[in-house]
Nanobody, 124 residues
Framework: QVQLVESGGGLVQAGGSLRLSCAAS????????MGWFRQTPGKERELVAT????????YYSDSVKGRFTISRDNAKNTVYLQMISLKPEDTAVYYC?????????????????WGQGTQVTVSS
């Protein structure tokens, strides 16, 4: 069982930046692809970014491409989401997820473990 704990959310003005962190309990963290998702009330949880086991391959949704950067530090069992040029439409609960595979998926249901979420609010 992998436990994931997100941190770094908060309130920021439009145009500002935040860095989310997700610490994993799993000692074999490098065996897992990791993803960041977000969800707003009444909408489905959507994929924001994902990264393979080594950090060598990443994927971004069109809505965040060029503004968000996903990275990981396998020595620290942590995945990050650096967010810049934030927009009010980025407001959501952000979730970290782990997939029991070294290779990422774009399908939400293929992620096996989830964190509790962290709120990001971008004011205009």
């Amino acid at each position: 069982q992998v436990q994931l704990v997100e941190s770094g959310g908060g309130l920021v003005q439009a145009g500002g930046s935040l860095r989310l962190s997700c610490a994993a309990s799993e000692r074999t963290f490098s065996d897992y692809a990791m993803g960041w998702f977000r969800q707003t009330p009444g909408k489905e949880r959507e994929l924001v970014a994902t990264i393979n086991w080594s950090g060598g391959r990443t994927y971004y949704s069109d809505s965040v491409k060029g503004r968000f950067t996903i990275s990981r530090d396998n020595a620290k069992n942590t995945v990050y989401l650096q967010m810049i040029s934030l927009k009010p439409e980025d407001t959501a609960v952000y979730y970290c997820a782990a997939r029991d595979s070294r290779y990422y998926s774009l399908v939400r249901e293929e992620y096996d473990y989830w964190g509790q979420g962290t709120q990001v609010t971008v004011s205009s």
